[in-house]
Protein backbone atom coordinates (compact mmCIF):
# COMPACT_ATOMS: atom_id res chain seq x y z
CA UNK A 1 0.00 0.00 0.00
CA UNK A 2 0.95 3.55 -0.10
CA UNK A 3 1.98 3.59 -3.61
CA UNK A 4 2.78 7.10 -4.78
CA UNK A 5 2.99 6.92 -8.74
CA UNK A 6 4.10 10.63 -11.26
CA UNK A 7 3.55 11.18 -14.78
CA UNK A 8 5.83 11.68 -16.47
CA UNK A 9 9.08 10.56 -15.71
CA UNK A 10 10.76 11.93 -18.13
CA UNK A 11 10.20 15.19 -20.23
CA UNK A 12 12.21 17.02 -22.71
CA UNK A 13 11.09 20.47 -23.61
CA UNK A 14 12.03 23.58 -25.35
CA UNK A 15 12.88 27.05 -23.46
CA UNK A 16 9.55 28.85 -23.26
CA UNK A 17 7.09 25.96 -23.15
CA UNK A 18 4.98 25.09 -19.83
CA UNK A 19 5.29 21.18 -18.12
CA UNK A 20 2.88 19.90 -16.18
CA UNK A 21 3.85 17.28 -13.89
CA UNK A 22 1.02 14.84 -12.34
CA UNK A 23 1.45 13.50 -9.11
CA UNK A 24 -1.49 10.64 -7.72
CA UNK A 25 -1.55 8.70 -4.41
CA UNK A 26 -2.78 5.18 -6.01
CA UNK A 27 -4.45 3.03 -3.05
CA UNK A 28 -4.43 6.07 -0.07
CA UNK A 29 -6.28 9.61 -0.18
CA UNK A 30 -3.84 12.18 0.45
CA UNK A 31 -4.69 15.56 1.41
CA UNK A 32 -1.12 16.56 1.74
CA UNK A 33 1.44 16.76 -0.80
CA UNK A 34 4.85 17.94 -1.21
CA UNK A 35 7.05 19.13 -4.19
CA UNK A 36 10.73 18.72 -4.11
CA UNK A 37 13.15 19.76 -6.14
CA UNK A 38 16.95 17.65 -6.57
CA UNK A 39 19.78 19.39 -8.81
CA UNK A 40 22.43 16.80 -9.46
CA UNK A 41 24.80 15.90 -6.86
CA UNK A 42 22.57 18.23 -4.34
CA UNK A 43 20.09 17.18 -1.78
CA UNK A 44 16.12 17.02 -2.70
CA UNK A 45 14.41 20.72 -1.80
CA UNK A 46 11.49 21.15 -0.58
CA UNK A 47 9.48 23.85 -3.02
CA UNK A 48 6.07 23.48 -1.93
CA UNK A 49 2.92 21.66 0.44
CA UNK A 50 0.38 20.90 -1.36
CA UNK A 51 -3.30 20.83 0.30
CA UNK A 52 -6.61 19.46 -1.23
CA UNK A 53 -8.95 22.12 -1.89
CA UNK A 54 -6.70 25.21 -0.82
CA UNK A 55 -3.95 27.35 -2.22
CA UNK A 56 -0.30 25.55 -1.99
CA UNK A 57 2.18 27.09 0.40
CA UNK A 58 5.76 27.53 -1.47
CA UNK A 59 9.34 28.01 -0.12
CA UNK A 60 11.04 30.82 0.50
CA UNK A 61 12.58 31.64 -2.77
CA UNK A 62 10.27 29.65 -5.08
CA UNK A 63 8.15 31.96 -7.06
CA UNK A 64 4.12 30.58 -7.16
CA UNK A 65 3.79 32.12 -10.67
CA UNK A 66 6.24 30.01 -12.27
CA UNK A 67 5.43 26.84 -10.76
CA UNK A 68 1.83 26.36 -10.29
CA UNK A 69 0.26 23.73 -8.03
CA UNK A 70 -3.28 22.35 -8.04
CA UNK A 71 -4.19 20.15 -5.69
CA UNK A 72 -7.97 19.29 -6.99
CA UNK A 73 -8.49 16.40 -5.61
CA UNK A 74 -7.65 13.75 -2.80
CA UNK A 75 -5.17 11.82 -4.82
CA UNK A 76 -3.92 14.40 -7.36
CA UNK A 77 -1.99 17.04 -7.45
CA UNK A 78 -0.14 18.64 -10.60
CA UNK A 79 3.23 20.79 -10.77
CA UNK A 80 3.18 23.03 -14.08
CA UNK A 81 6.50 24.61 -14.33
CA UNK A 82 5.49 27.95 -16.70
CA UNK A 83 8.02 29.32 -19.24
CA UNK A 84 10.45 27.07 -18.63
CA UNK A 85 14.10 27.82 -18.88
CA UNK A 86 16.88 25.70 -19.01
CA UNK A 87 18.37 26.11 -15.23
CA UNK A 88 14.68 24.65 -14.87
CA UNK A 89 16.33 21.30 -15.61
CA UNK A 90 16.25 19.12 -12.53
CA UNK A 91 14.97 16.22 -10.90
CA UNK A 92 11.33 17.01 -9.69
CA UNK A 93 9.48 14.49 -6.87
CA UNK A 94 6.48 14.32 -5.15
CA UNK A 95 5.64 12.70 -2.06
CA UNK A 96 2.35 12.32 -0.37
CA UNK A 97 1.58 12.28 3.75
CA UNK A 98 0.87 9.06 4.77
CA UNK A 99 -2.79 8.28 5.51
CA UNK A 100 -3.22 8.79 9.35
CA UNK A 101 -1.62 6.77 12.05
CA UNK A 102 1.54 6.34 9.51
CA UNK A 103 4.02 8.83 10.39
CA UNK A 104 6.56 9.43 7.33
CA UNK A 105 5.35 10.42 3.73
CA UNK A 106 5.55 8.09 0.33
CA UNK A 107 7.27 9.56 -2.60
CA UNK A 108 7.13 9.06 -5.90
CA UNK A 109 9.29 7.97 -8.72
CA UNK A 110 10.34 11.33 -9.62
CA UNK A 111 10.07 13.04 -13.04
CA UNK A 112 13.40 14.36 -14.56
CA UNK A 113 12.67 17.88 -16.62
CA UNK A 114 15.47 18.63 -19.43
CA UNK A 115 15.09 21.90 -20.64
CA UNK A 116 16.36 22.70 -24.14
CA UNK B 1 17.77 28.67 8.58
CA UNK B 2 17.31 24.76 9.23
CA UNK B 3 19.89 22.60 8.17
CA UNK B 4 20.83 19.23 7.83
CA UNK B 5 24.71 18.45 7.53
CA UNK B 6 26.31 15.11 6.54
CA UNK B 7 29.54 13.78 5.29
CA UNK B 8 29.37 13.34 1.66
CA UNK B 9 31.64 10.64 1.63
CA UNK B 10 32.10 8.05 0.07
CA UNK B 11 32.19 5.86 3.02
CA UNK B 12 33.56 2.82 1.62
CA UNK B 13 32.69 -0.55 3.77
CA UNK B 14 33.93 -4.50 3.63
CA UNK B 15 30.77 -6.44 2.85
CA UNK B 16 29.40 -8.28 5.84
CA UNK B 17 30.75 -5.63 8.60
CA UNK B 18 28.62 -2.38 9.68
CA UNK B 19 28.35 0.85 8.44
CA UNK B 20 27.75 3.79 10.03
CA UNK B 21 26.30 7.00 8.67
CA UNK B 22 25.99 10.19 10.27
CA UNK B 23 24.04 13.33 10.40
CA UNK B 24 23.33 16.70 12.70
CA UNK B 25 20.90 19.07 12.16
CA UNK B 26 20.73 22.46 13.40
CA UNK B 27 17.21 23.47 14.51
CA UNK B 28 16.59 22.26 18.10
CA UNK B 29 12.83 22.27 17.60
CA UNK B 30 13.00 19.10 14.90
CA UNK B 31 10.68 16.74 15.96
CA UNK B 32 10.64 13.97 13.33
CA UNK B 33 13.91 11.76 12.11
CA UNK B 34 14.41 9.90 8.80
CA UNK B 35 16.95 7.73 7.05
CA UNK B 36 16.10 7.29 3.23
CA UNK B 37 18.06 5.50 0.46
CA UNK B 38 18.58 6.65 -2.87
CA UNK B 39 20.06 4.65 -5.52
CA UNK B 40 21.74 6.97 -8.50
CA UNK B 41 18.81 8.55 -10.70
CA UNK B 42 15.52 6.88 -8.43
CA UNK B 43 13.93 8.64 -5.47
CA UNK B 44 14.23 8.21 -1.83
CA UNK B 45 12.76 4.82 -0.44
CA UNK B 46 12.15 4.95 3.29
CA UNK B 47 14.43 3.17 5.69
CA UNK B 48 13.39 4.17 9.51
CA UNK B 49 12.22 7.31 11.18
CA UNK B 50 12.63 7.92 14.60
CA UNK B 51 11.45 10.53 16.97
CA UNK B 52 12.49 9.36 20.49
CA UNK B 53 16.12 9.31 22.15
CA UNK B 54 17.93 6.54 22.21
CA UNK B 55 17.93 3.61 19.88
CA UNK B 56 15.10 1.45 17.37
CA UNK B 57 15.93 -1.26 15.36
CA UNK B 58 14.71 -2.86 12.42
CA UNK B 59 16.14 -5.54 10.64
CA UNK B 60 20.03 -5.04 9.87
CA UNK B 61 19.39 -1.72 10.36
CA UNK B 62 19.34 0.93 13.61
CA UNK B 63 19.03 4.35 13.89
CA UNK B 64 20.08 6.34 16.91
CA UNK B 65 18.75 9.61 18.05
CA UNK B 66 20.30 12.20 19.96
CA UNK B 67 18.10 15.24 20.78
CA UNK B 68 20.55 16.88 23.18
CA UNK B 69 23.63 16.96 20.74
CA UNK B 70 21.81 17.07 18.29
CA UNK B 71 22.75 14.06 16.18
CA UNK B 72 21.20 11.32 14.02
CA UNK B 73 23.03 8.31 13.07
CA UNK B 74 21.98 4.88 11.03
CA UNK B 75 23.87 1.36 11.46
CA UNK B 76 24.03 -0.94 8.72
CA UNK B 77 24.82 -4.50 9.82
CA UNK B 78 26.18 -7.21 7.79
CA UNK B 79 26.36 -4.74 5.12
CA UNK B 80 25.44 -6.06 1.57
CA UNK B 81 26.58 -4.93 -2.19
CA UNK B 82 22.98 -3.89 -2.71
CA UNK B 83 23.32 -1.70 0.00
CA UNK B 84 25.50 0.66 -1.81
CA UNK B 85 23.54 3.89 -2.68
CA UNK B 86 23.36 7.45 -1.03
CA UNK B 87 21.86 7.61 2.21
CA UNK B 88 20.06 10.92 2.82
CA UNK B 89 19.16 12.29 6.58
CA UNK B 90 15.98 14.16 6.77
CA UNK B 91 14.30 16.14 9.07
CA UNK B 92 10.89 17.93 10.13
CA UNK B 93 9.61 20.07 12.66
CA UNK B 94 6.49 18.22 13.21
CA UNK B 95 5.45 14.87 14.46
CA UNK B 96 5.20 12.63 10.99
CA UNK B 97 4.91 13.12 7.70
CA UNK B 98 2.97 16.55 8.71
CA UNK B 99 5.33 18.94 7.30
CA UNK B 100 7.66 18.96 3.95
CA UNK B 101 11.36 17.52 5.08
CA UNK B 102 14.56 19.10 5.33
CA UNK B 103 17.54 17.01 3.96
CA UNK B 104 20.99 16.86 4.54
CA UNK B 105 23.36 15.96 0.99
CA UNK B 106 23.53 12.41 1.50
CA UNK B 107 26.61 9.80 2.19
CA UNK B 108 27.27 7.54 -0.49
CA UNK B 109 28.32 4.79 0.82
CA UNK B 110 30.39 1.51 -1.02
CA UNK B 111 29.61 -1.90 -0.42
CA UNK B 112 33.02 -3.76 -1.06
CA UNK B 113 32.18 -7.54 -2.17
Known amino acids: GAVVSQHPSWVICKSGTSVKIECRSL??????MFWYRQFPKQSLMLMATSNEGSKATYEQGVEKDKFLINHASLTLSTLTVTSAHPEDSSFYIC????????????FGPGTRLLVL | QKEVEQNSGPLSVPEGAIASLNCTYSDRGSQSFFWYRQYSGKSPELIMFIYSNGDKEDGRFTAQLNKASQYVSLLIRDSQPSDSATYLCAVSYSGGGADGLTFGKGTHLIIQP
Open chain 1, 27 to 32: DFQATT
Open chain 1, 95 to 106: SARAPSGRETQY
